[in-house]
């Protein structure tokens, strides 16, 4: 029985138009793939010389071992937004003689197969071959590398948990994020060094064979976890939790009715959002990825300058504007004939998807005050790149978005899903990105970095008065565009 479901996801998958198209798209996400595994391979290769040039004259395995909690921090986040969820459609079998858990196990062991749970081995075996296996000898390398890889696949189906609980219980999803940025905040006040417990725990992991049978635990725990949810439910590929869970009641929106048909669009765009799984999926990762800034604050390096700095702000203030702008009109491909055809005022349509933006650009802004933290700097470049971002941004991701006549499902997660997207997205996330760093560089070298930043706030502010303007250029060139637009959206 295995081996036919595993022959029908093969020709499932070689026969879907999705695996024909897109050729380009493949070779661009197969080089950077190679490339990163290249990375990864040079990075194990040289570790223990890395870690000797960085920490010298201390033990090389305590300094690895308390770097493993954050990486396995970092590894779950990555996996969230990257990894996909395996799926499989139950209803082909339904008539059949096959017993439904057989075809979860079969599910979940799919995710075995992602790349995410074998890359961190060229890492960790390279250091436990070079490293632990002649200082601590056979047994406690083979324990510890066990144990490592054991934790690897708890974060697997740790992972896939909490992403289908992004589809219909989102609390579970917010409660483990502000774990993670409670913990986080611990640890940089100094209250519980996590790389003090890290090495403690990890230098343990070797010389008891107890620490696997927890290990085993957690993940046993974690895979019961995933099988217990997709029990409960009919199709193991649509988690239904029924109406009264429906994630997008727990919004009321029935205040942005005083504010007329823009208040209407509004409503409609975040039941859009919050109904559908690739939106909701951009939205949340967004929300994440606010915690992008202390890769760079707690460096001096990074905050010695200003461009880089900005490139974050940039980033984190506009992340949703970016995400979701560039298939702005792609959204609606499943319905686009009827917003052609009916009476739907188009400069409305366009300033509802605005004021949105507006919305989500400014409580991002909010969310990152805390980096005040780290110096008013910090607050007064986030606060020039928010205005930046509503004020130009937006409106250069609105007129460009019309030349990505694409269509997209919107019940596919976002994780390497590439579609709807064309080149005009990896072209047009380079000006949004780098245009605001480019501007503030100069002054940055003649010593006038305030006054860079100054230059993107005004730049902003009156991108901002002018948006009537930059409406009607918008709604003029939709309407020598809304054909092409309607053509493209109709090839399924």
């Known amino acids: 029985m295995i081996k036919h479901l595993i022959s029908h996801q093969l020709k499932q998958s070689s026969r879907s138009k999705r695996f024909a198209e897109g050729t380009g798209i493949k070779i661009v996400y197969w080089f950077f793939i190679g490339l990163m595994l290249l990375y990864v391979l040079a990075a194990g290769f040289f570790i223990d010389k890395i870690l000797e040039a960085s920490f010298p004259g201390q033990d090389l395995m305590t300094v690895f071992n ?4 954050y990486y396995f921090t970092a590894d779950i986040f990555m996996r969230f937004y990257l990894q996909d969820v395996p799926i499989l459609s139950i209803s082909p079998y339904l008539h059949l003689p096959i017993k439904k858990h057989k075809m979860i196990h079969f599910m979940l062991s799919k995710s075995l197969l992602s790349l995410f749970n074998y890359l961190p081995l060229f890492i960790f075996i390279p250091f436990g071959l070079k490293v632990i296996l002649p200082a601590m000898g056979a047994g406690y390398a083979i324990i510890w590398l066990l144990g490592i890889y054991g934790l690897i696949l708890t974060n697997n189906f740790l992972a896939i948990y909490l992403k289908r609980q992004l589809v219909g219980n989102f609390k579970v999803v917010i409660s483990f994020i502000a774990f993670i940025i409670t913990s986080a905040i611990v640890d940089f006040m100094g209250w519980v060094d996590f790389s003090e417990l890290s090495s403690m725990l990890f230098s343990s992991l070797g010389q008891n064979y107890g620490y696997l049978l ?9 895979y019961l976890l995933n099988y217990l949810l997709l029990k409960k439910n009919t199709y193991l ?14 919004i009321n929106t029935s205040f942005l009715k005083r504010y007329g048909n823009i208040g209407s669009l509004i409503a409609m765009e975040l039941k859009l959002i919050f109904r559908n799984k690739r939106p909701k999926s951009i939205f949340f990762m967004s929300v994440m990825l606010l915690l992008y800034g202390f890769l760079f604050y707690p460096n001096d390096f990074y905050m010695e300058g200003f461009a880089m700095l900005t490139f974050v702000g940039v980033f984190m203030t506009g992340i949703f504007l970016s ?5 702005l009109l792609s959204w609606n491909s499943n319905f686009f004939d009827k917003i052609i055809t009916s009476r739907v005022n188009m400069q409305e349509y366009f300033e509802s998807k605005f004021w949105l933006f507006f919305v989500t650009s400014t409580a991002a802004f909010i969310l990152t005050v805390p980096y005040l933290y780290f110096g008013w700097k910090v607050l007064a470049i986030n606060a020039a790149s928010y205005l930046f971002n509503v004020g130009v941004n937006a409106f250069v991701i609105f007129y460009f978005s019309m030349r990505n006549p694409k269509r997209i499902d919107l019940s596919k997660s976002a994780s390497f899903n590439y579609e709807g997207v064309t080149a005009t997205q990896f072209i047009l996330i380079l000006p949004i990105l780098l245009l605001p760093v480019l501007l503030v560089a100069p002054f940055q070298y003649f010593g006038m970095p305030y006054l860079g930043i100054s230059l993107l706030a005004v730049m902003g502010i009156v991108g901002l008065f002018l948006k009537n303007t930059w409406f009607k250029l918008i709604e003029k060139r939709y309407r020598t565009k809304k054909h092409e637009l309607a053509t493209g959206f109709r090839q399924v």
């Open 323 to 327: 995400n979701y702008g560039q298939l």
């Open 214 to 222: 927890v290990i085993g635990g957690l993940l046993l725990s974690a």
């Open 66 to 69: 308390s770097f493993i909690l």
């Open 237 to 250: 590929d649509e988690i239904d939790y029924g109406k009264k869970k429906d994630g997008f009641k727990a």
